[in-house]
């Protein structure tokens, strides 16, 4: 039994060997990377500071009513990094339901971090569903920014309503256009588009299945992410900032795409102070040169994060 379950396992794990050996070159400590897809994503969770005033109270209530285990990401304020609990799931807790608390990866922190957003600055996140970036822009300013959430779909943005609505938040509006098509005219401040990705920076050993019945369903990825970023710089005001994310390693849906709004529209990459451990973006890829600028944009491991990988360009609207 144990000898088929380990065969299982080995099979499993050489599903990805033959799926990431094309960034075999690019991935630093490569076999370290596999090896870390063999662990569950460690969880972390966010104290909500627009409704918990004392974290020391929270922090000791949560350990004493549920075992709950963590350590402080003292690199990023007020997160926590889960190492034990009674309870599985965080959205199962209480605490949870009254918006005290908030779960996310800790990279998702990244983008917003880059956008850097200001109480009573207009800010545009042009993908928004299921919320996480939207609720750490109004954390981060206090609900004092005035934040258009959007997202393609209805379903989705229920559920960033659900989030917003838990964690007290009150300067978001939504809207539900196709991000391509977002009306224009807008002064937006700084604009954060999150864009849907292959996901590569989530993969872990047992999710072959799912990463096959994917490759099946997947439109044209790239072109969408240059559609939706292209929109995204003319939704912006000259001078303002734009913040792309990804939570893929793939070059083609990151600096290649970064690259064509270079060659569109007078852009500049800017630089910013990741609290996260990064390698600097690439200036070429299968034979494909990048502007030398790329170099500024990050890319975020996941074995050297221990949290989805993820890749972030902050990007300066010229005129
Ligand atoms: C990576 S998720 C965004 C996650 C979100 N930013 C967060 O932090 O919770 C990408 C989102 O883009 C939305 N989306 C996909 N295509 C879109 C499009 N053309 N225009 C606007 N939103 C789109 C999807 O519905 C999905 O909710």
Partial sequence: MEK???KGFQQKSSFFEGYFSKYKDLIPEYDKFLEYLKTPLPQYFRINNLK??????????????????????????????????KEPSLGNLEEYGLGLIHSMT??????????????????LDLCAAPGGK??????LTEDKAVVVANDKRIDRLTALVANLKRLGITCVVTTCYRGELFPLGIPFQKVIVDVPCSGEGRYRVGMEGEILYQKFGRANLPSIQKGLL???????????????????????E??????YLLRKRQAEILDWDSPLPYRTG??????????????????????????????????????
């Fill in 106 to 123: 800790l990279t998702s922190s990244l983008p917003v971090i880059a956008l850097d957003p200001k109480p009573e600055e207009l800010i």
């Fill in 134 to 139: 939207t609720g750490l822009i109004a954390m």
């Fill in 282 to 319: 690439l200036t070429e890829w299968e034979g494909k040169t990048f502007h030398p600028s790329l170099k500024l944009t990050k890319r975020f491991y996941t074995h050297e994060v221990e949290a989805v990988g993820f890749y972030v360009a902050k990007i300066k609207r010229l005129i």
């Fill in 230 to 252: 292209v929109r995204a710089f003319d939704l912006v005001q000259p001078g303002g900032i734009i913040v792309y994310s990804t939570c893929t390693i793939n070059p083609e």
């Fill in 4 to 6: 088929n379950r380990l």
């Fill in 254 to 259: 990151n600096e290649a795409v970064v690259d």
């Fill in 52 to 85: 918990v005033l004392d974290s020391n109270h929270l922090l000791e209530l949560l350990k004493n009513k549920y075992g709950l285990i963590f350590e402080e990401v003292k690199k990023v304020p007020l997160f926590y990094k889960v190492i034990d609990s």
